[in-house]
């Protein structure tokens, strides 16, 4: 289960998404998912589908890969399609004091598929643009919140340590999970009870771990006169280039899509 969390990890290669300006990918993360809530609709969907399969083939990134990262949060997805099913309607099926409903299907079918399409298209984002692009990227956008005192730098570097530090701390923790295992421990048999004090021997070498690091990394910064983002420059400094003005425009003709969808839905219902 560790190595199947994908979640923060850079896969490098050479594609179309992997050079675009971070700030691009950034906006266009956030618009994909605020378009996952517009619609309600078999066709919204579709046209989400053909335009992340679109993405996910431009990218390069091995879909086995990309679906593996689904296998963490697999029973989060359970239990939010689970209580979907019980959404006020008409009755399909009792289960003693719960009742199926025909809407409850519907939404949990559209609830899974739309937290699916969610995750996938969020970890495109980390998987084609590394901790140091990102960190910039989301420091350029939020740039004028500066205006209002908010330490815009900082956030940024706090979120771009954080991706940083998933895949080792991922790492750490197979690691000792594999030590533990060898000395004799049982992670997997037993009830839940059993299997959470089982995790005790894990999670505190993890825990000083981690921390240890975290204490590294502060006596790093602070022996390099580290001092935040006032005056600083950027080695490699982001400029939009035509690519990144062709992406901008293809984002706006899938927003045009599914806002069309949403007319058409509404049109079809009144």
Do not use: W
Not at 30 to 47: N, P
Not at 201 to 226: G, H, I, K, Q, T
């Amino acid at each position: 289960m560790i190595r199947d969390i994908t979640i923060g990890q850079y896969y490098p290669t050479n594609s179309i998404l992997h050079r675009l300006d971070p700030r691009v990918k950034l906006i266009g993360t956030f618009l994909f998912i605020i378009s996952l809530f517009i619609f309600q609709s078999l066709y919204g969907y579709i046209v989400v589908a053909v335009f992340l399969g679109t993405i996910i083939k431009l990218s390069k990134v091995p879909v086995r890969f990309i679906v593996k990262g689904l296998k963490a949060v697999v029973i989060l997805l359970l239990f939010t399609v689970f209580f979907n099913l019980f959404t006020p309607g008409k009755p399909l099926l009792n289960l003693g004091f719960l009742t199926i409903t025909e809407e409850g299907v519907r939404s949990a079918v559209f609830m899974g598929i739309r937290l699916t399409f969610l995750i996938l298209g969020s970890s495109l984002m980390t998987f084609t643009t590394t901790p140091n692009q990102l960190t910039d990227g989301l420091e350029k956008v939020l740039r004028p919140l500066n205006h209002i005192k908010v330490p815009v730098h900082e956030i940024a570097m706090m979120m771009s340590i954080a991706l940083r530090f998933i895949p080792i701390l991922l790492e750490e923790t197979d690691k000792i999970m594999k030590a533990q295992m060898a000395r004799g421990a049982d992670f997997e048999s037993g009830g839940i009870l059993k299997r959470a004090k089982s995790l005790i021997p894990l999670l505190v070498p993890l825990f000083v771990s981690a921390f240890r690091r975290a204490n590294d990394l502060a006596m790093a910064m602070e022996a390099r006169c580290y001092r935040g983002g006032d005056g600083r420059t950027k080695m490699k400094p982001l400029r939009y280039k035509g690519r990144d003005y062709v992406a901008y425009l293809i984002l706006l003709v899938y927003l045009a899509a599914i806002i069309m969808v949403k007319i058409l839905q509404k049109t079809i219902l009144a």
